[in-house]
């Protein structure tokens, strides 16, 4: 088939799922051209290099390979010939204001001789979790995630309420760890994993316990060179797909007449205004802001988003350092003495933490190549609420929360760490919102709450216009670079099966 014959799709947005999403519809046979704003893809993957040191910017922790694999396979290539992975174990170090270490494992036999201390029945605890977290990791996989399942709806006819019953729906994820997990370590460990999806254990589903299956079934990795190597590995896929890649092209305005999309207005790298037609477009943009700067969509559509919230930001902190600190682990928490006071204030209150629970990347204990040697280089981020005009909060409080967060690492253990930066690089939510797009600097699209949504993001298939589709953390399946890449290879699926006249509907 011709070029010009090819019907012709437009992806705002090089993030992974507008990767994905681009890839798989170049290689159906549709003529695919993605627009990307910044200068390079990627989206939240992204890299900062200075002074021999190299941070990744956005995600940190690399789970379910097989999901990746459709992107990478097929031409007789396979993931690997792309990225090089090294499996993480210990998958994290948990560090406890009373002093106390935890180290989760991924090999069976090493977690139960890490929790031996604890006696015999915190190490049934820990594996009766498990079990019960594969469970529910087994019933959301084969619809949810599978089928690209998108609203309560669906999700009903594709389950039924009989099929559904191994699904823990009635409680809140905290709720479901505490009746099965007496251990007060073990507890505050299991509730994080909440973290992937940037929500509060409070107030998601119980379902979501199947987060500590992914880890543990399928195990964590990391990208040899740093995480951004995938995304130089999915550039790389673009060129091999014939998908066309404009850089530091800015989508101004996504053009429709009636129900239908009909093109796009951008501004191209030199400034100039650039118009593009499209039978059919795809939104890596996040929902509610797409709809409301590219589209002007009218109240009654934002309406119907109100349920879509977004999810906590943070602030990003990257240090490079002189020195090594020996007892962080590539992944490390340190937690809140009270970490459900600390989901209250931040995801109920909408209030900077005042004793956060700080997530710390030390990535050169797996690749040394990240930082000089007898240096390292460390992430801190803690979860705070998105950006708020009801509740406004300034570059100088974020600065201050800074500060206590370094206050709470050097008395946790990392004596001395402000007098040992050599390089330092620093992100609030205003920069996430302006560079990124996202809603409210909101970091993994749209809060995971049992109240308000049942832990379902917005659809992928615009109710409004029946040729637009979404991508991202913002839509089903939501946040995490597997999740992302999913609702790309859904996307790409959906418009195959649209424009052949053989749309699935569940």
Not at 26 to 52: C, D, I, P, S
Not at 58 to 85: A, C, H, M, N
Not at 283 to 301: F, G, H, W, Y
Request: charged share 25%.
């Amino acid at each position: 088939m011709s070029t010009a014959s090819k019907k012709k799709v437009i992806v705002i947005g090089a993030g992974l799922g507008g990767l994905t999403a681009a890839i798989q519809l170049a290689r159906g046979g549709f003529a695919v051209t993605l627009l990307e704003k910044n200068a390079h893809v990627g989206g939240k993957l992204n890299r900062l290099q200075a002074a021999g040191f190299s941070f990744d910017l956005g995600p940190s922790i690399f789970t379910l390979p097989q999901v990746f694999r459709g992107v990478f396979e097929g031409d007789g290539k396979q993931l690997e010939d792309y990225i090089t992975l090294k499996r993480v174990d210990p998958q994290w170090r948990n560090f406890y204001e009373d002093g106390t270490t935890l180290d989760l494992w991924e090999e069976r036999g090493r977690m139960r001789a890490e929790l031996a201390r604890f006696g015999d029945s915190t190490i049934r605890e820990y594996e009766d979790f498990l079990d019960y977290s594969k469970r529910q990791y087994d019933v959301v996989e084969r619809g949810y995630l599978s089928r690209g399942l998108d609203t309560f709806g669906e999700f009903l006819r594709f389950y039924g309420w009989k099929d559904a019953r191994d699904l823990d729906y009635m409680r809140s994820m905290s709720g479901s760890i505490r009746k099965r997990v007496g251990n007060p370590y073990l507890r505050d460990m299991f509730e994080y994993f909440i973290k992937y999806v940037g929500s509060s254990a409070l107030d998601s589903p119980a379902f979501m316990n199947l987060m500590p299956n992914i880890q543990t079934e399928y195990g964590l990795w990391y990208v040899a060179g740093g995480l951004y190597e995938l995304a130089k590995a999915f550039q790389l896929r673009l060129q091999e797909t014939g998908v066309q890649l404009h850089l530091e092209h800015e989508v101004l305005k996504v053009e429709h007449k009636d129900k239908r999309v009909t093109g796009v207005e951008a501004r191209g790298a030199n400034g100039a205004p650039v118009r593009f037609e499209a039978d059919y477009v795809v939104s890596n943009m996040e929902v509610i802001p797409a709809m409301r700067k590219l589209l002007d969509a009218p109240r009654s559509a934002m309406k119907k988003l109100r349920r879509f919230k977004p999810s906590c930001s943070g602030i990003v902190i990257h240090l490079g350092l002189d020195r090594v600190y020996p007892q962080l682990a590539h992944h490390n928490f340190f937690y809140s003495k009270d970490l459900h006071a600390h989901f209250r204030r931040v995801f109920r209150e909408r209030r900077l933490p005042d004793d956060p629970t700080l997530y710390v990347v030390a990535p050169t204990r797996t690749d040394p190549s990240q930082a000089p040697h007898g240096c390292d280089n460390i992430k801190i981020l803690p979860h705070i609420p998105p950006l708020d005009d009801e509740r406004p909060t300034t570059r100088e409080d974020y600065l201050a929360l800074k500060e206590i967060c370094i206050d709470k690492l050097e008395r946790m253990g990392l004596t001395g760490l402000r007098s040992h930066i050599v390089v330092e690089d620093f992100w609030t939510p205003f920069e996430i919102e302006q560079r990124y797009g996202s809603n409210r600097g909101s970091i993994y699209g749209v809060v995971c709450d049992r109240r308000s949504n049942f832990a379902f993001k917005a659809p992928k298939r615009s109710g409004e216009f029946e040729n637009l589709f979404f991508v991202g953390g913002s839509v089903n399946p939501g946040a995490g670079m597997p999740m992302v890449t999913l609702s790309g290879q859904h996307v790409a699926r959906m418009i195959a099966e649209q424009d052949s006249g053989q749309a699935q509907w569940l």
